[in-house]
Nanobody, 123 residues
């Protein structure tokens, strides 16, 4: 069974940085795509970034491009999201997810999800 466990969330001031981690287990992720989404109260789940497990191709939402960096460590089966220059509007629960292949920004493309980690950015 696939398990995704996020960590690294917390409270940070605007302009600060956080690094989220997502430890993945339960299957071989070759050919898969790992994604980060976020959701704040009253809003739909929003795509943040994704990375192809094999080739390391990366994709970003316009709102985070240039500030966030996604990466993966194959040896540790872990995906990271380095978040710099954080803004109050980045406040949300951040979720890690895995897609069996498709690269995309639609939550429906992803078949397993982590429990989420809270990121709060104060102004």
């Amino acid at each position: 069974q696939v398990q995704l466990v996020e960590s690294g969330g917390g409270l940070v001031q605007a302009g600060g940085s956080l690094r989220l981690s997502c430890a993945a287990s339960g299957r071989t992720f070759s050919g898969n795509t790992m994604g980060w989404f976020r959701q704040s109260p009253g809003k739909e789940r929003e795509f943040v970034s994704c990375i192809t497990w094999s080739g390391g191709l990366t994709y970003y939402a316009v709102s985070v491009k240039g500030r966030f960096t996604i990466s993966r460590d194959k040896a540790k089966n872990t995906v990271y999201l380095q978040m710099n220059s954080l803004k109050p509007e980045d406040t949300a629960v951040y979720y890690c997810a895995v897609s069996p292949g498709e690269v995309g920004d639609r939550p429906t493309a992803y078949d397993y999800w982590g429990q989420g980690t809270q990121v709060t950015v104060s102004s």
